[in-house]
């Protein structure tokens, strides 16, 4: 059976990097590796959370993106944002001359996604009527948080919510909308402005669905550059006009943290940072809690605010957004009927997903009985090594390297502990001590004879 592909937005520079491993001991799912000194990711494990990108000291890990010249690649170039795009912008830029300056810059059309929250959310209350479902039901908007429950908690897999995100639902109407006014679809180019790489990662390979909507994905933090720019070089397009999409206090707010969490029925809960997602999913996955209903996690802190793209503190972004929801209290929080509400039942009908599979076998074999066979010998290795989870292998943790020896891609020698042993028996010499650590750390990492004596130090 032929594994099936994964698109991932993040990739390593491989002449900037200079083999840290901070990546390598900051990803949640331990898909990094460091090889002949460089940093080496591991795509069946990887889940484009971006922690790998945070914490890089020189800036190797960078992420794959759509340029933005492809949007001219149609005739129709319809920009779909995020709340948290508005949120970049210092207070005296106006929503409105950022929708305008979108216009001015090459999109045909703009909307703000979360208009398609108040359907989203009213079909997930529909969604939690059937109580047969398992529970907790784990909520499907951060594809980051997908792609882990796939990974590290495949047990969890069936709680997974099974509907789209607004950006789906924002996608799936501005298509149907432009197409019912004679549009060819193929004229018609979607392009979701992303906050994070994980984002990118499921509109290229999405879970749950053939193919998405989108037809491809702009980096935030390179927008709002050209924005910001293009706004304070002044002379605006006087002929051009954009009125911002009117919002609901609760669409504002949904991306953040609690923002979907505080309009479920039942006992909810809200899990913030991909290291805190982990650690509950697991006491979830072992029964050590229960009773809850509606689990919202977040990859990154403050929810999308948190997002590796964003280019503002995501304190601030908060900020930014709850003074928008304060200003829409001050004008009476009631809005226009959105267009989007005439196609409903249309988009409600889109927006079911079809299953969500476990990946976690696919890491040590796509045929399932050698995995299982491959994971019962790792688990056999890994009581031959010391336990520490040193990273000097190369991996961040023992277990890791068990895994890679089942899979040829390491072997028992590798652990420095094990040399030693393997040095003290006569079966390997100094010589071929150091080119094992030549081979993980690059040549010249160490250098034998170069450190100097305890008494010229």
Not at 88 to 116: C, M, N, W
Not at 264 to 288: P, Q, S
Not at 338 to 345: A, F, L, M, R
Request: net charge negative; charged share 25%; glycine share 6%.
């Amino acid at each position: 059976m032929d594994a099936p592909f994964f698109f991932h937005a993040l990739k390593v520079n491989e002449e900037v990097c200079i083999g840290c491993s901070h990546c390598m001991n900051a990803c949640p799912t331990e898909a990094i590796r460091i090889w002949r000194g460089k940093a080496v990711i591991d795509e069946n494990q990887c889940i484009d959370c971006g922690e790998c990108h945070r914490v890089c000291p020189v800036n190797a890990i960078y992420v794959d993106q759509d340029e933005f010249d492809t949007i001219f690649n149609y005739k129709y170039r319809v920009a779909l944002f995020p709340s948290v795009f508005i949120g970049q912008f210092p207070d005296e830029i106006k929503a409105s001359q950022v929708y305008k300056t979108l216009l001015e810059i090459g999109f045909t059309h703009v909307y703000e996604v979360e208009r398609a929250v108040e359907i989203l959310n009213e079909s997930i209350l529909e969604y939690q009527e059937d109580t047969s479902r398992e529970h907790p039901i784990i909520s499907s908007f951060c594809p980051a948080i997908i792609r882990l429950v796939q990974v590290k908690f495949p047990s969890l897999v069936d709680n997974i919510l099974k509907l789209g995100t607004p950006s789906d639902i924002a996608a799936q109407f501005y298509k149907k909308k432009l197409i019912d006014k004679g549009i060819a679809k193929e004229d018609i180019g979607i392009f979701y402005i992303t906050p994070c790489a994980a984002k990118i990662a499921a509109i290229k390979s999405p879970v749950g669905e053939e193919k998405s909507v989108v037809s491809g994905a702009i980096n935030l933090n390179n927008l709002y550059n050209r924005v910001y720019r293009k706004i304070k070089e002044g002379n605006p397009d006087n002929t051009i006009e954009a009125e911002p999409t009117e919002l609901y206090d609760f669409e504002i707010l949904w991306t953040l943290t609690k923002g979907e969490s505080s309009r479920v029925n039942g006992r909810a809960l809200a899990i913030d940072g991909i290291h805190n997602a982990m650690e509950f999913l697991e006491k979830v996955e072992n029964e050590e809690v229960t009773g809850i209903d509606f689990l919202e996690c977040r990859a990154c802190h403050e929810g999308c605010a948190g997002g590796i793209l964003n280019p503002q503190n995501r304190f601030l972004i908060v900020e930014r957004m709850q003074d928008r929801v304060a200003r829409n209290r001050e004008k009476g929080g009631n809005i226009t009927p959105s267009g989007i509400n005439n196609y409903k039942e249309y988009l409600k009908r889109k927006l079911p997903l079809g299953e969500v599979v476990p990946r976690s076998m696919m890491m040590l074999d796509t045929n399932m009985a050698e995995a299982m066979k491959k994971m019962k010998l790792a688990q056999k290795i890994e009581t031959q090594l010391p336990g520490i989870d040193c990273g000097a292998c190369g991996a961040p943790t023992c277990r890791a390297l068990s895994e890679d020896i089942v899979k040829g891609n390491a072997s028992l020698s590798h652990c420095v502990f094990v040399q030693k042993v393997l040095m003290k028996n006569g079966e390997i010499n100094m010589d071929t001590a150091f080119a094992i650590i030549d081979k993980i750390w690059g040549e010249q990492r160490v250098v034998r004879g170069s450190l100097k004596k305890n008494n010229e130090i």
